[in-house]
């Protein structure tokens, strides 16, 4: 499994509807709220093969209130 990083800019006021939706769609391992340019870290994993494109078009953007994304491809963990 390769993990990703998403952040999320939510539509004014809609962080939290946004958060609950990934929550229950269960497709996120952890959420978190931040503060600054972007309202949400969501952490994902791939696996093997996987489009990583595909996956975040079809199953983060298909959710109502999110203005932006920016994805973060990781290599290795220390």
Do not use: Q, W
């Not at 939510?10 to 229950?24: N, Q």
């Not at 093997?48 to 996956?55: K, L, Q, R």
């Amino acid at each position: 499994m390769t993990p990703f990083f998403v952040m999320i800019k939510c539509r004014l006021g809609k962080s939290y509807e946004v958060a609950t939706e990934l929550a229950d769609a269960e497709i996120a391992s952890e959420i978190y709220s931040t503060a600054g340019d972007y309202d949400l870290l969501v952490k994902f994993y791939a696996s093997p093969g996987e489009d990583i494109g595909h996956f975040v078009n079809e199953k983060v953007h298909s959710i109502p209130g999110i203005v932006d994304t920016k994805t973060i491809l990781t290599f290795k963990a220390f």
